[in-house]
């Protein structure tokens, strides 16, 4: 009868779990953009997006060597992560409590359900694939999956904790042990996890640590400059800035300019197209700019080629004095204003004391 009671919380449980996935994929359905996702999570992750430090792409993908090397760069800090819980380090107590709870849990699997086991195993292995383990913070989406993973992990653990029975005394001990650790570790780690959100409370309501919002110099010149409606288009890449514009809009489906995109006819044609069906007014190119230790001029090149002849920088405007700049770009070399619309934008652009233009 507890057996049967088990089975059925377990299937209970992974119901729950799976039904925001279900409705995920529903709702692409629906959409009719499950094309688009396949496009952007699986022919662009295979195809251009892979080219982590030690895999080395061959004439065909071999997924087999791809996910070995995903799993062998995880443990590289995963190993050394768990290794730490022995110094008792409650400075930052939350990377442990991940680490340990998501440690149990595997085991916890493997007697209970050794299929499962191993599927928590590899979707484990591929929670954090651009992520140092021994680094994480609350600023680091980059393993949020495995944060996330190891705090389910922690909970799971200590709900499954009075259900395992084990016969060998020794064995008992060192689970209780262990558990007693994770919940030792778990306290701090929400003790710190109070502090850092009240923390961050405090210096935003107080002002002293500017959001983005507070801070967000492109989008507040676009807006001085753009009505609402208009056109523009600001990189490589500045979701930062782009989601606090207020009147103009983004031409079509790319907010940024990526490396990649160069490397693949698909995603260069279809990223020219947007400017194609509705060209910005305004582009702000950042120059200076660099993605994965590649400069914006050189992946970018391809778009800087297309928006020749179509729109001109200020710095070949002639008379045109740059009086002063927002701090995040150079109005002077990463302007682009479409020439149909020069002239109108230079009176807006004198206005607001950008600049003065000698006739």
Same mark, same amino acid.
């Given at each position: 009868?507890?057996?049967?009671?088990?089975?059925?919380?377990?299937? $209970?449980?992974?119901?729950?779990?799976?039904?925001?996935?279900?409705?995920?994929?529903?709702?692409?359905?629906?959409?009719?953009?499950?094309? +688009?996702?396949?496009?952007?999570?699986? !022919?662009?992750?295979?195809?251009?997006?892979?080219?982590?430090?030690?895999?080395?792409?061959?004439?065909?993908?071999?997924?087999?060597?791809?996910?070995?090397?995903?799993?062998?760069?995880?443990?590289?800090?995963?190993?050394?992560?768990?290794?730490?819980?022995?110094?008792?380090?409650?400075?930052?107590?939350?990377?442990?409590?991940?680490?340990?709870?998501?440690?149990?849990?595997?085991?916890?699997?493997?007697?209970?359900? #050794?299929?499962?086991?191993?599927?928590?195993?590899?979707?484990?292995?591929?929670?954090?694939?651009?992520?140092?383990?021994?680094?994480?913070?609350?600023?680091?989406?980059?393993?949020?999956?495995?944060?996330?993973?190891?705090?389910?992990?922690?909970?799971? !653990?200590?709900?499954?904790?009075?259900?395992?029975?084990?016969? $060998?005394?020794?064995?008992?001990?060192?689970?209780?042990?262990?558990?007693?650790?994770?919940?030792?570790?778990? !306290?701090?780690?929400?003790?710190?996890?109070?502090?850092?959100?009240?923390?961050?409370?405090?210096?935003?309501?107080?002002?002293?640590?500017?959001?983005?919002?507070?801070?967000? #110099?492109?989008?507040?010149?676009?807006?001085?400059?753009?009505?609402?409606?208009?056109?523009?288009?600001?990189?490589?890449? +500045?979701?930062?800035?782009?989601?606090?514009?207020?009147?103009?809009?983004?031409?079509?489906?790319?907010?940024?300019?990526?490396?990649?995109?160069?490397?693949?006819?698909?995603?260069?044609? +279809?990223?020219?197209?947007?400017?194609?069906?509705?060209? #910005?007014?305004?582009?702000?190119?950042?120059?200076?700019?660099?993605?994965?230790?590649?400069?914006?001029?050189?992946?970018?090149?391809?778009?800087?080629?297309?928006?020749?002849?179509?729109?001109?920088?200020?710095?070949?405007? $002639?008379?045109?004095?740059?009086?002063?700049? #927002? +701090?995040?770009?150079?109005?002077?070399?990463?302007?682009?204003?479409?020439?149909?619309?020069?002239?109108?934008?230079?009176?807006?652009?004198?206005?607001?004391?950008?600049?003065?233009?000698?006739?």
């Amino acid at each position: 009868m507890r057996e049967k009671k088990e089975k059925k919380e377990l299937v $209970h449980f992974f119901q729950i779990a799976l039904l925001p996935y279900v409705l995920y994929v529903i709702m692409l359905i629906v959409t009719n953009s499950w094309k +688009e996702f396949y496009i952007s999570n699986f !022919v662009y992750n295979t195809k251009l997006y892979m080219h982590i430090p030690n895999y080395t792409p061959g004439r065909f993908f071999n997924p087999v060597k791809f996910a070995l090397t995903v799993i062998h760069n995880f443990y590289q800090s995963y190993i050394p992560l768990l290794v730490r819980i022995k110094e008792f380090n409650l400075y930052f107590p939350v990377d442990l409590t991940i680490a340990l709870g998501s440690f149990l849990l595997f085991f916890v699997l493997l007697k209970e359900k #050794p299929f499962i086991a191993i599927l928590f195993f590899f979707i484990l292995s591929f929670s954090a694939p651009r992520s140092n383990l021994m680094k994480i913070g609350d600023r680091d989406y980059q393993s949020g999956l495995f944060i996330a993973l190891g705090y389910i992990s922690a909970f799971l !653990v200590l709900w499954r904790y009075s259900f395992i029975r084990i016969t $060998h005394e020794a064995v008992e001990i060192f689970k209780k042990a262990l558990v007693v650790l994770l919940l030792f570790y778990g !306290v701090f780690a929400s003790l710190f996890l109070i502090q850092n959100a009240y923390d961050k409370f405090f210096f935003r309501y107080t002002q002293a640590m500017p959001s983005v919002y507070d801070h967000a #110099p492109t989008a507040f010149f676009i807006d001085e400059i753009l009505e609402k409606g208009d056109y523009y288009w600001v990189g490589p890449y +500045e979701p930062q800035e782009e989601f606090f514009v207020k009147k103009a809009r983004l031409p079509g489906k790319f907010p940024t300019l990526l490396p990649q995109f160069r490397e693949d006819e698909y995603f260069k044609t +279809e990223f020219i197209r947007q400017f194609e069906t509705n060209p #910005p007014q305004l582009i702000i190119f950042k120059h200076d700019a660099s993605i994965f230790m590649t400069p914006a001029m050189e992946f970018g090149k391809f778009f800087i080629d297309w928006m020749e002849g179509k729109y001109v920088s200020l710095e070949k405007i $002639h008379g045109v004095t740059v009086l002063k700049s #927002p +701090e995040t770009f150079n109005m002077r070399t990463d302007i682009y204003i479409r020439k149909d619309v020069t002239k109108n934008l230079l009176i807006k652009l004198m206005q607001t004391g950008y600049i003065s233009q000698t006739k």
